[in-house]
């Protein structure tokens, strides 16, 4: 099926802009729609860290699990860094803010390229004696690093840097247009970034790595590179978290954090990053909101149904979960990418494949 | 004669105590197309994979366009292990890289066949000029390098229609059928713009009519490209036709080399080849 590039162009800007419109429209109200306004960013922010992660462990066939630690570290950064200077005494009420970093405070943006920058300097230092080990090594180290790295964050010695287990607070709001924005930009130039050159050496590279040194790519540079790349947009997706929550503490960055990213990036497939995006949205959604009545308590005729309680929404999400894993093993997307033709493809088809559909049924009642 | 492309000097490589290249020697003239041979497990591959630098060597010396670009000579456990001969007449360790040896000139093929499996005909060739490429990864990623991936692109065309498989391009590389799959790798190594090409068994799995169609196909690509070819191979009818001269390996010693036809007669080479399939 082919579409003409006018009509593409047409309907990517028919989105864009009702897009936009939905985020004016939810700015503008709130206070109804609270709800959608936090799913919306939170899924964003994640859909940043999950393609940050995909580059690696999609693209690059590199398996790291220290997502949550790269976050961890942009996100402090960019907390101490943006924190008005006048709330510091508030915030750090125990021990006091350590007199070399009490009177810096940076403007957002630099807050967050210095949070990149802080999580892709860990990521060089961790990444050259480990990238040169078979690849199983670096999910133990990387695992590793980001436990470490949060036990550092909330130990009492470094109360006067990260307040410790006391958490970060006071971080300035930044708008639904600042957050959903800069996601989106992140996550442009990660998708620039492995349609490039150097993104076709990296899927060579997951692909096999005899050959892809056989054409004369250089492993361990190509490597750094990507698991450099790869910290620097989870350290500006913890950026972007502590943006938007306002607070952080160091139990925001434990390993089930990575696990969830990971849980992200497969399901909207390995090396797909509109699968990511996606994923990222739909899981934020269904964990945050579209499951929330699992939890609530259900009457049904004046029985209370035992099962509806706290946490049991998760639960269900467990099981969702397992289904979308036994049954679309390669995810939502697979590896490809979102396209206009995807989708009418996919919405002319579903005539067919409901016909279809019932016609296994009849099969089977025979 | 012409120039000494290539090099090897008293290669030995000992994987434990399995010596499977034997101080093995031999030279490529630029413009030749010559070719190894011996029986399945002789050591060919082996040999490849040292001059390529997937393997360090555990004795001698290659030298590529009169640079030495691998030396070693028996270290740590080694010392004590070591089978082979001429020891003590290295002294240097010089390991480069398969990447830096593809960019000074050097592309290979595969005997099992290794493709970008899954990525398209069109970007296995491309990613073959990624190491050429000048642009670095802030230029690429915002397309400052537009230029030169146009010209990337343009070239990769080419090299396609050239080899016959453009009208394939935009095919996920397993999807083609096996003998195009080999074309497709040989393609690829040309995209690297080497000055020597090895082949490892490319008529491997071949019928006698596709052998013939890879025969002509070498001989062309080499005359185009100016090419100098190493090849291992099987078929000897092919080796025969197409090569200048031939090195014969078993179990990991040369034992003979010159023209076809004086390998042809050579009592030795019969003899290892004695009982062994023609068709293997
Ligand atoms: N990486 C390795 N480790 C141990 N032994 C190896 C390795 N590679 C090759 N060999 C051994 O070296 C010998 C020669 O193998 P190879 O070079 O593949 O032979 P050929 O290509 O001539 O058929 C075989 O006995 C093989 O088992
Ligand atoms: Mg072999």
Redesign the interface.
């Given at each position: 099926m082919n579409m003409k590039k006018t009509t593409k162009t047409i309907c990517t800007l028919i989105a864009a802009a009702a897009f936009i419109v939905l985020l004016v429209f939810l700015e503008s109200n709130k206070n109804k729609y609270g709800m959608a306004v936090t799913v919306l960013q939170k899924g964003f922010i994640l859909a940043v860290v999950a393609v940050s992660m995909n580059l690696l462990n999609g693209f690059t066939g590199l398996f790291s699990l220290g997502q949550a630690g790269f976050m961890a570290l942009g996100a402090y950064t960019y907390a101490i860094f943006t924190i008005p200077v006048e709330s510091r005494a508030s915030v750090y009420y125990i021990s006091g803010m350590n007199p070399v970093l009490a009177g810096i405070e940076l403007p957002m943006l630099v807050a967050l390229v210095a949070a990149g920058l802080m999580a892709a300097a860990f990521a060089a230092v961790i990444g050259f004696p480990v990238l040169r080990l078979k690849s199983d090594y670096l999910a133990i180290a990387t695992l590793g690093f980001s436990e470490i790295i949060r036990a550092l964050i909330a130990s009492p010695q470094m109360d006067t840097i990260t307040n410790g287990s006391y958490g970060l607070k006071s971080i300035p709001a930044a708008s639904i247009y600042v957050v959903v924005g800069l996601c989106i930009i992140c996550i442009a130039?990660m998708a620039?970034?492995i349609n490039?050159?150097?993104g076709?050496?990296f899927?060579?590279i997951r692909?096999?790595e005899?050959?892809?040194?056989?054409?004369?790519?250089?492993?361990l540079k190509h490597k750094e590179?990507a698991f450099v790349?790869s910290s620097f947009f989870a350290g500006i997706g913890g950026g972007l978290l502590a943006m938007f929550m306002r607070s952080i503490d160091s139990s925001t960055f434990k390993i089930a954090m990575t696990y969830d990213i990971l849980l992200i990036v497969v399901i909207g497939g390995m090396g797909s990053i509109t699968g990511s995006v996606l994923s990222a949205l739909l899981v934020t959604a269904s964990k945050e909101w579209w499951l929330r009545f699992f939890d609530e308590p259900l009457t049904i005729a004046g029985v209370n149904i035992p099962l509806f309680r706290n946490g049991f929404r998760m639960v269900i999400f467990s099981i969702l979960l397992m289904v979308v894993v036994l049954f679309y093993r390669r995810g939502i997307m697979g590896?490809s990418e979102f396209s206009w033709e995807g989708l009418t493809g996919l919405i002319k088809s579903i005539p067919s494949r409901v016909t279809s559909l019932f016609h296994k049924k009849e099969g089977a009642a025979r | 004669m012409s120039k000494t492309i290539l090099k090897a000097e008293d290669i030995t490589m000992q994987f434990g105590g399995v010596v499977a290249v034997n101080n093995f020697s031999m030279e490529v003239h630029e413009g030749e197309i010559v070719a190894l041979i011996g029986p399945n497990g002789a050591g060919k591959t082996t040999a490849f994979n040292v001059i390529?630098g997937?393997y360090a060597p555990t004795n001698g010396a290659v030298y590529f366009d009169e640079q030495m670009i691998i030396s070693n000579y028996p270290q740590g456990k080694m010392k004590k292990m070591y089978a082979g001969e001429n020891e003590g007449k290295y002294t240097k360790k010089i390991e480069k890289?398969?990447?830096?040896i593809?960019?000074l000139g050097v592309?290979?093929t595969?005997q099992n066949i290794?493709?970008?499996?899954?990525?398209t005909v069109f970007?296995n060739v491309?990613?073959?000029?990624?190491?050429?490429?000048k642009?670095n990864?802030f230029s690429?990623?915002?397309?400052l390098?537009a230029k030169e991936?146009k010209k990337?692109r343009e070239e990769t065309r080419k090299l396609l229609e050239i080899v016959g498989l453009l009208d394939v391009q935009n095919e996920i590389a397993s999807s083609l059928p096996y003998g195009k799959q080999r074309h497709l790798e040989i393609a690829?190594?040309l995209a690297?713009e080497p000055k020597l090409l090895l082949l490892d068994e490319p008529a491997a799995g071949m019928n006698p009519q596709e052998t013939d169609e890879l025969t002509a196909f070498i001989k062309r690509v080499k005359e185009q490209f100016g090419l100098t070819v190493f090849m291992i191979e099987h078929h000897m009818d092919l080796v025969m036709e197409i090569s200048d001269r031939i090195y014969v390996l078993d179990f990991g010693k040369p034992i003979a080399s010159g023209t076809p036809d004086e390998i042809q007669n050579n009592k030795r080479v019969i003899e290892a080849y004695l009982g062994v399939p023609e068709d293997e």
């Open positions: 130039i620039l970034l490039s050159s150097f076709r050496a899927k060579a692909e096999d005899i050959a892809a040194e056989a054409m004369g790519i250089n492993l590179l790349i590896t | 390529t997937v890289t398969p990447d830096q593809t960019k592309a290979r595969f290794r493709l970008f499996k899954s990525l970007d491309l990613i073959a000029k990624h190491m050429r490429s642009a990864v690429a990623t915002f397309r390098n991936e990337n690829r190594a690297t």
